[in-house]
């Protein structure tokens, strides 16, 4: 909100065409000074200048008509030109006092407050503060300086005094108050000039602003529409739909308001890097990308537009040229400006060309300067993946840093990198934690089972026991056996070889044969029996005659 009011009160381009606009309005009983009017509140200045050149040459005698045509060139952004017509309109008659206000006008926009000051003051005295014409003129100048705000204010109330059914008094009242932040006050002035010209867009698109600025969306919304039911080729209007509907991420929303923007206004070449965006956030890369070479051939090319158009580009699968866009963007930006999503998408570039070291390297990058969850996981699973432990196990321990507690699935990567890096002693107090976040689950028990079953390698101690006993007690509680096999085949032959160690062999056969029961092909299972049964018929063999 703070940017759309930015955009409408910074004294640029939208604030001189409507204040011009809205003056123009006095001189309704002249059609040329209306169709001027027209033509400006929908962002066709270049329209506004020509006619008004037309009328001046058909009424030479007419200064007033010289005053509108420097307001409309101020609007077209030709002060020089504005100057010139002012200077001239007093030539014509040096009696006009909008030629005055108009001069004082000028010296407000280039912030010469004195001289502007005895300009405004001559223009007042000229008509005795009674001509409600000058009153608007020089409250329009003053609006060009929020320092006198309250002065602007002073003279459109009087001027609503001598006239109070006039459109253009309450279209600068709004303007006024929206000023003075009296959001309140601006809406019913902008109603009554609704009233008062029911087919003019402006006063619904002011009260849109007014909503927009108070974050109340949804009127804001209902009055831009207002504005283009009452003129559907009010420009600006499309333009805020499109900033309005961005904001609210309806991409798709705001891709067509700024289309009908774009076709509507002379000047949509500041537009384009914006509508770029609009196609960006709508995954129409196709035709963002088209935009953006478009953008990136002028001159003045910021380091923004290689920016997205590099992002666009990854995205639309073009790796190449992104890699080229790429390039241009380092160079240009300064090294303060550039921003942890950059590298992001340029590890997203390499990561598509299966290029995973370089892509690394970028996400890294990102992660110097800000701490991001989702990339460092990506980091970590990628050197997990490449079966990279001891990079892993880093990136890992930085991801907790990130986030404070793993998730299971990450606390098993990481268990599972120590196991891999043969540092048991860590696996065992990572796979602890996982069995604690997964109690009823056997992979956690199964995995400290292992880990320590390392540190004792001949069964002595049998710390593994305790774990593989937990995860047969889950397992055979399990109908599903499929999820938990791998983890009972190892407990059974973990306990098998454990009970036959310690000499209960009775034990260690029943959990031998639960062994083979399970996976029928289990060397180990199918070695121990055989030799168990082999044992045993050894021993029922009858002794040859004449042993003792």
Sequence with gaps: MKEVMKRAWSGGIMLLFFIAAATLAVAQELPAVKQARQQMEIEQTNKAVATLTEAVKANPAD???????????????????????????????????????????????ENNVTEAKTQLDQALAQTKSKNA??????????????????????????????????????????????????????????????SLDPKNGTPQYKIGVVYQRSKNLGSAEEHFK??????????????????L?????????????????????????????????????????????????????????????????????????????????????????PQSEIQASDYVYVAKMYQKQAKDSLAILNFKKSLTLEKNADIAQTV?????????????????KELRGIKTKLSSQELLALGRSYYFAKKFNEADTTFGQLSEAQPTYTTGFA??????????????????????DKVVE???????KSKTKPDLIDAYSYLGYYYDTKGDFKTAKEIFEKLKAIDPTNEKAIAYLDAIKKAQQQQ???KPQGSR
Excluded: C
Excluded at 71 to 93: D, M, P, R
Excluded at 168 to 192: N, P, Q, R
Excluded at 380 to 396: C, G, L, N, S
Excluded at 454 to 465: R, T, Y
């Design 447 to 468: 995995w400290r089972a292992r880990s320590v079953a390392n540190l004792d390698p001949d069964l002595k101690l049998g710390l593994a026991k305790p774990y593989f």
């Design 245 to 333: 509907y961005y904001n609210q991420k309806k991409a798709a929303d705001a891709v067509k308001a700024y289309e009908k923007y774009l076709s509507l206004t002379e000047r949509p070449e500041p537009a384009k890097l914006r509508y770029a965006f609009f196609l960006f956030m709508a995954k129409d890369y196709k035709k963002a990308n088209t935009v953006f070479e478009e953008l990136s051939k002028r001159a003045d090319v910021s380091a923004t537009v290689y920016k997205y158009y590099a992002y666009s580009l990854v995205e639309s699968g073009e790796l190449a040229k992104s890699e080229q866009i790429f390039d241009l963007y380092f160079a240009k930006a």
């Design 133 to 194: 014409s000058v009153l608007k003129a020089v409250a329009t100048a003053y609006l060009a300086n929020d320092k006198f705000t309250n002065d602007a204010l002073t003279l459109l109330q009087k001027a609503k005094s001598i006239n109070s059914s006039d459109y253009e008094t309450f279209i600068l009242l709004g303007d006024t108050y929206t000023k003075l932040v009296k959001g309140g006050d601006a809406v019913s002035a902008f109603e009554t000039a609704s």
């Design 540 to 542: 029922k063999k009858p």
């Design 63 to 109: 200064a007033s008509l010289l005053y509108y045509l420097g307001l409309a060139q101020i609007a077209n952004g030709e002060k020089e030109k504005a100057e010139i017509s002012f200077q001239k309109g007093l030539e014509v008659n040096p009696k006009e006092a909008l030629n005055l206000a108009g001069k004082g006008y000028l010296r407000m926009l």
């Design 380 to 396: 970590a699973e990628t050197y997990y993946k490449q079966k990279k432990y001891p990079e892993a196990i880093d990136a890992y």
């Design 226 to 243: 207002n504005a283009i039911a009452a003129d559907p080729n009010y420009a600006l209007a499309y333009k805020e739909l499109g900033e």
């Design 474 to 480: 889950i397992a055979e509680a399990n109908p599903d």
